[in-house]
């Protein structure tokens, strides 16, 4: 289950049916003009347990994922979300799409539930790009991807057949800002991790010492989980982790000078767990310098012991453990 402010998001079940039928008949009028010809069955529970058995399927396929909206205090379904045309290999990419009760338009929900499934389709599917179309006049759909972090790439001239025309929609898109290390990138990411490092006022004896643990070579890229941060072609940080399941460990996690202090940090921190969780890694075991402690306890981590440091003879560093299961990037279990 995804959680949100005020919402949460789960994937729709075929025992779904009901409720989603009553979405659409309730919302019949305000939904027309802005979707596909829908035959008369389509406001039936028979037709839509058939949808949901087959977006159950299409998600088994790594196809579709389909979410829905509920309000938390009653959980009554108000929303429907999906990720569909999902293309792996060199794209990574799917488009979304998503309806809200009209009752329940102007409070947020839907630009809360699309940050949401954007993060889940970026930090768990490990999607790059995400897209999106918009009939001009939907101005309060406009504002959602702009308020959820999608830019305006263009216009599709009458590419989708609406109530017997083809109309034109506005294409927006989000571009996955985490990707994965390439094995090349070793010495810019260690010359960051040191560059980093230097912030909490080492010296260059210091540095010199930690130099050797903090080089990533092109073996280390290509056997652990090294994943950057680069939304404009400027690495912002990066992490990296290594092990065998239960538990993982934490090798780095560095953000570059010119970045702290811009949640870069934490955004690298929630895709680490995120894909660590998907990998089956039920924790992370981690080596902290003491002056990242207070992030690392921040982000719900716990201090287990001490541990040498593998570069500085007779210094002691905080060990520190986190439990996946706590929760991964407002996805729980």
């Known amino acids: 289950m995804l959680t949100g402010k005020g919402i949460d998001l789960r994937f729709l079940e075929e025992s779904d049916a009901a409720a989603v039928v009553a979405l ?125 972090g999608f830019h305006r790439e263009g216009l599709n001239k009458k590419n989708v057949l609406i109530r017997g025309r083809w109309a034109d929609h506005l294409h927006f898109a989000v571009v996955n800002p985490i990707r994965r290390a390439r094995a090349d990138e070793g010495p810019v990411l260690t010359d960051l991790a040191l560059r980093s490092k230097a912030v909490w006022g080492y010296d260059a004896s210091f540095l010199d010492a930690c130099r050797a643990e903090l080089t990533l070579t092109p073996d280390d890229i290509r056997s652990s989980e090294v994943f950057v941060m680069e939304p404009d072609d400027e690495i912002q940080g990066f992490y990296a982790f290594s092990g065998e399941t239960p538990v993982a460990r934490l090798n780095f996690l560095y953000v570059h000078p010119d970045c702290v202090r811009r949640g870069v940090g934490s955004l690298l921190w929630e895709h680490a767990v995120a894909n660590a969780r998907r990998l089956g890694f039920r ?23 001490e541990v040498p440091s593998g570069s500085i003879p007779g210094r002691m560093l905080p060990l520190l453990r986190y439990d996946t299961d706590n929760a991964v990037a407002g996805w729980v279990s």
């Open 283 to 305: 924790g992370f075991s981690i080596d902290s310098d003491p002056h990242a402690e207070s992030f690392y306890l921040k982000m719900g981590a716990q201090r287990v012991g």
């Open 24 to 148: 659409n008949q309730r919302n019949r009028e305000f939904f027309e003009p802005y979707s596909i010809e829908r035959p008369e069955a389509f406001y039936t529970v028979e037709y839509q347990q058939e949808l949901l058995r087959a977006d159950l399927a299409a998600r088994e396929a790594d196809q579709k994922y389909a979410f829905g909206v509920f309000l938390q205090a009653s959980q009554e379904l108000i929303g429907v979300l999906s990720l569909t045309e999902i293309i792996r290999g060199p794209y990574q990419s799917a488009w979304l799409g998503y309806y809200l009760d009209k009752a329940h338009n102007g409070r947020g929900y839907t630009t809360e539930a699309v940050r949401r499934v954007v993060k889940y389709a970026f930090q768990v599917l490990q999607l790059h790009r995400i897209d999106a179309g918009v009939m001009p006049h939907n101005l309060g759909s406009v504002r959602v991807l702009e308020k959820a």
